[in-house]
């Protein structure tokens, strides 16, 4: 395994490509409503990213499964038991109380930047609006860890047991990821592990750091499209990531605007 480091010029365009995503989001944010289709969110992450100078990473790239078509999109769009990688549709029309889970990435000047948020559309059920906090907050008790002095396990160990705690499961079978000028790099990074073991973190690693958590059982199926992950029991998902920066003192998000 061969964990880059990134030098301080890399680290300049790792920034950008972050605050591109942020920008992404933000635009999102404002204009997803009910009634609208996934793809048309599509569009506007596509149209986002290239007038800042960047293009969606995702549109194009190939599982290297035989017989799985390249994913056409921008963005990934999971609603309620989707978990990760639903294919954006005109048929597909986001309705009141949807939770909707988009993960995206920006490649710009040869540097990567991703990021996953579920929004919730409208009036969403009380227990559905836990399971999308509970999912945002597991990044920040994993990232309570990505410091020096810190291995990779502690940060996965804190998102797995706040997840547990809070009567959830994670998504075993996908994990975040070390990123850079590749939208996956060494290391993997599961949602569950053990203390005190994995990797040394140094400043100059990126890290995707991506909490998948589910509200029923942790079993997952793939649809026929190749690509959609959904949940066995068909109770809900919600998914949150950021990339971050180890750095001397606190880890640095690159993919939320700095105020
Ligand atoms: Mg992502």
Redesign the pocket.
């Known amino acids: 395994m061969l964990v880059s480091i990134k030098s301080n010029r890399e680290i300049e365009l790792m920034r950008e490509a972050g605050k591109v995503v942020a920008l992404t989001y933000e635009e999102l944010e404002k204009r997803i409503k009910p009634g609208m289709s996934t793809w048309e969110l599509d569009q506007i992450a596509e149209q986002t990213m290239r007038s800042l100078g960047a293009v969606p990473a995702e549109k194009g790239f190939d599982s290297g499964i035989r017989g799985v078509p390249p994913f056409p999109a921008s963005i990934c769009v999971s609603i309620n038991d989707e978990v990760i990688h639903g294919i954006p549709s005109k048929k597909r029309i986001i309705k009141e109380g949807d939770i909707v889970s988009i993960?995206?990435?920006a490649l710009k000047n040869g540097y990567n930047g991703?990021?996953?948020r579920t929004f919730m559309v409208g009036k969403v059920s009380k227990d559905a609006q836990r399971l999308v906090e509970v999912t945002k907050q597991a990044f920040f008790e994993g990232i309570k860890y990505a410091k020096v002095g810190y291995r990779l396990g502690d940060i996965c160990h804190a998102i797995g047991e706040y997840v547990h705690s809070q009567g959830y499961s994670v998504v075993r079978e996908f994990e975040g990821h070390g990123i850079g000028s590749q939208m996956h790099e060494d290391p993997g990074i599961p949602n569950y592990g053990k203390a005190g073991r994995g990797i040394r973190l140094e400043p100059g690693m990126t890290l995707?750091i991506?909490p998948m958590v589910i509200q029923g059982k942790p079993n997952i199926l793939e649809l026929d499209d190749g690509w959609t992950i959904i949940t066995e029991d068909g109770s809900l998902a919600a998914h949150y990531?950021n990339t971050i920066l180890i750095t001397e003192k606190e880890p640095e998000i690159l993919t939320i605007l700095k105020k």
Request: proline residues 0%.
């Open positions: 993960d995206t990435v991703d990021a996953a995707a991506e990531e």
